[in-house]
């Protein structure tokens, strides 16, 4: 028992410190009466038409997931059918978005993953990874064409260059993280190791499992590009949400790819584990982009990137009931 106990106290105080992070930029957002009063009659007057399409984007977003979620199942092997399959990806979609921590929905996942199928635990962690993997991808090639076709714009104030650099490095970082686990896995002083752990057949399970993902190389493919499909209609739920703000002291939202090019950096930034689920960190990242880059109201800013968000919160609630009524069936092992 005793082992567990540092990790439970390092989960709690990651949980707690992004929760008072969360508190402190919202506070620092929403401390200005005139602020407040700004948003209040931006949202006034929001084209609740705009806020409409926001949410049919966004449920594009989770749509495609969920085939892309099955597809790498079915790659896996996991032959789960749609009704027990969909619902495990919902429970993730709401652990993330709803519960503090670094890995709540992926985790929910992989133990739902192993209730249907407990013989297969390697290639449950393996579905998740790689549903993480192809984000990474699909994010790191929208930005690698963003930045070359908007690469000074990007940069037109030191604020918004700064953004942009750290982006770089981490999607740089996370890169290299990836590319560097392919050579380590094949290193010999590694296999000795996990030969002496007695993990040698945990390793060979894994390397078998990912191989999966190279022979089915066009089903994989196909996975990416539903990934990337995915992020496009993401990025249009804040587009729209920023249209639906138009004419609130603005003299126009910004343009299709304006916020397209905004969006890969917002993604990467609110990634990191700094707020509980890149709330405050999102808002203040579109108040200095909109402003700085489409001279949009601060206020406008921040409420573009709460309505966005609230869009997202909405699709995460199916989750939540599937999570109260869904039990996984136990399948055989093919």
């Given amino acids: 028992m005793s082992p567990r106990r540092p990790s439970r106290k390092t989960k709690y105080l990651v949980s707690a410190l992004q929760i008072a992070i969360t508190l402190g930029i919202l506070i ?3 401390h200005d009466s005139a602020k407040r009063a700004q948003m209040a009659e931006a949202l006034r007057r929001a084209d609740w ?15 495609l997931g969920a085939i892309q979620w099955q597809l790498l199942l079915r790659i896996q092997g996991f032959r789960l059918p749609w009704l027990q399959a969909t619902p495990i990806f919902f429970i993730g979609v709401f ?3 709803f519960t503090p921590g670094l890995i709540a929905g992926d985790a929910m996942q992989i133990l739902y993953l192993v209730k249907a199928k407990p013989e297969r635990k390697v290639e449950a962690v393996l579905v998740v990874m790689m549903d993480r993997i192809l984000g990474l991808l699909a994010l790191l090639s929208l930005f690698t064409v963003v930045a070359a076709a908007r690469f000074h714009w990007l940069r037109r104030t030191p604020v918004t260059a700064k953004l942009f650099d750290l982006t770089i490095i981490l999607l740089a970082v996370s890169l290299l993280s990836l590319i560097a686990a392919v050579p380590a896995a094949k290193s010999r002083w590694l296999h000795k190791l996990f030969s002496a752990l007695h993990l040698a057949d945990t390793i060979a399970e894994i390397r078998d499992a990912l191989r ?15 990934t990337v499909a ?9 587009y729209c949400a920023g249209r639906a703000l138009e004419g609130n002291d603005m003299s126009r939202a910004p343009s299709l790819g304006e916020m ?9 930034l609110t990634a990191l584990p700094i707020s509980f689920a890149g709330i405050g960190v999102r808002e203040s990242l579109f108040q200095v982009l909109l ?22 919160l909405l699709w995460g609630l199916p989750g939540g009931t599937a999570f109260l009524w869904y039990r996984v069936p136990r399948v055989s092992g093919k």
């Fill in 28 to 30: 620092f957002l929403f």
């Fill in 49 to 63: 038409h705009w806020l409409l399409a926001g949410v049919f984007a966004y449920g594009a977003v989770e749509i």
């Fill in 95 to 97: 652990f993330t978005l």
């Fill in 212 to 226: 999966c993902y190279l022979v089915s190389r066009r089903r994989t493919a196909f996975a990416f590009s539903l």
């Fill in 230 to 238: 995915a992020h496009l209609f993401y990025f249009g739920t804040f």
């Fill in 260 to 268: 397209f090019s905004i969006m890969p950096i917002v993604n990467t």
């Fill in 291 to 312: 402003h700085d880059l489409c001279r949009a109201p601060e206020a406008v800013g921040v409420l573009t990137g709460a309505l966005g968000f609230a869009t997202r």
